[in-house]
């Protein structure tokens, strides 16, 4: 009987062993198709040109395939939900933003998925500062016309941002909460749209990533009026950071992008995707494609989890301050 006991025993055990030897050899063998990097905004934006170089330094690493997928809406979070949904074996990641990440579940209570839960991060990939622009319509080319001619006239200039929540609208609140004036806030699904209608004088100003803003500023369109980092950008010297301004004093508003899976990520594929991605962020070329982008490379090893807390109890200020609501 107990010989009989036991070999049930060992059969039992071997059946199960057996039962779990395809998700580990999937895991050991991972990657071993195209991995999907989805982006919340369209073509173009800030996000996606990150996601974009940071592909082309992970592609290699990782000797797979990679298809960046533009998801635009919600300042973020259609993709964000998307991939907090998606099946946790590392083919389907997030390059998310601050935005997604932190901002939107702020002003939006019904919003399905929980950053803090519902994503498994793999690293920090690059800090980018917001840009505060003017279009022709405006008339003001430095820091001190624009705060000067808002302040003498509340609520007669309007202000884009690509969208309520998004972390280029928290900048332009900042703006106002820290210098006392007024500005209408018009959201955009995108920054393209949003610098058709700058350039084309249907609004005065806007706050908007320097990637995107970088090829209106060149021809002229546009006019950079301060950058929302504590000092000047090294790429863009000529224009001030806003807290030079004296009602600026002390301002800074930084955004940021995170690579994430969604949760029960796999810790094998967890190390494996944040070894390839502290290589990509090492990498001469792609630093110096960032850097271009007036993007800031991150180490890869930072605690997004913790940015993530620290975004949500600045951007909950604002949200009461403003009054924002999705």
């Known amino acids: 009987m107990f010989k009989l006991s036991f070999l049930r025993s060992c059969l ?12 580990a050899h999937a895991q050991n063998d991972y990657p071993s198709k195209p991995i999907r ?15 974009r170089i940071l592909a082309d330094g992970l592609g290699p690493r990782l000797h ?27 083919y389907t990641l997030l390059v998310g933003a601050n935005n997604e990440l ?35 319509k405006a008339g003001v080319k ?20 690509s969208g309520v929540g998004s972390i280029l609208h928290f900048a332009g609140e900042l703006i106002k909460q820290r210098a006392g004036i007024f500005m209408t806030h018009i959201p955009y699904r995108g920054t393209a749209p949003l610098l058709s209608d700058l350039a084309g004088g249907n609004i005065e100003f806007a706050m908007i990533s320097p990637a995107a803003a970088a090829p209106f500023i060149r021809s002229g369109r546009i006019t950079a009026l301060g950058i929302s980092s504590p000092q000047r950008s090294p790429a863009m010297p ?3 950071a806003l807290a030079e301004h004296p009602r600026l004093k002390g ?16 810790p094998e594929v967890n190390a494996r995707l944040a070894a390839a991605l ?44 403003a009054h924002i609501r999705d």
Not at 37 to 51: K, L, N
Not at 142 to 161: C, H, I, M, N
């Open 142 to 161: 430095t820091l001190d016309e624009f705060v000067e001619a808002v302040r003498r006239k509340p609520g007669q200039y309007s202000y884009g941002s």
């Open 12 to 23: 039992a055990a071997a059946l199960a062993s057996a039962a779990l030897l395809p998700a």
């Open 64 to 90: 797979a395939a990679i298809v960046v997928d533009n998801l635009g809406g919600a300042a973020g979070a259609i993709a964000a939900q998307k991939v907090a949904g998606s099946a946790p074996d590392g």
């Open 102 to 136: 932190a901002a939107t579940g702020t002003v939006n209570p019904a919003q399905k998925y929980d950053p803090e839960k519902d994503f498994t991060p793999v690293g920090l990939a690059v800090t980018a500062p917001v840009l505060l622009v003017a279009g022709p």
């Open 278 to 321: 502290q290589a990509t962020l090492q990498d001469p070329a792609i630093r110096k494609r960032l850097d271009e982008a007036s993007m800031v490379p991150a180490s890869g090893r930072e605690d997004v989890a913790a940015m993530i807390r620290a975004d949500v109890a600045q951007y909950r200020k604002l949200v009461d301050f």
């Open 37 to 51: 990097i989805v982006v919340g905004y369209p073509a173009g934006g800030s996000v996606d040109i990150a996601a």
């Open 238 to 240: 000529g224009v001030p």
């Open 251 to 266: 301002y800074e508003m930084i955004g940021w992008f995170a690579l994430v899976g969604p949760r029960g990520l796999p």
